[in-house]
């Protein structure tokens, strides 16, 4: 049993060790930029996890929320974030 919770705990730290992570507009100045990504889904939590998901699938370690919001007439949020890497 200490086996399976050392192996499932060291399996969710290895899967949150690849997740990109949310930094300032500050925190971005001396990094190379890899573009924007525009992502919908139906929470701003939702949005941030897509984001943090397509950045890792760019390569992308960093990125910055540039604009979020509601979509439409308020039933999906979107998030528009620049992705970047040393």
Known sequence: MKKAILALTLCAISASSFAATEISKKESVGLKSLGR???IENTI???LDGVSTRADAK???????LRAGDV???ANAQITAELFTK
């Open 72 to 74: 439409g007439k308020g």
């Open 45 to 47: 939590t939702g949005c």
């Open 59 to 65: 390569g992308a370690p960093y990125f910055v929320v």
């Open 37 to 39: 990504i525009t992502v």
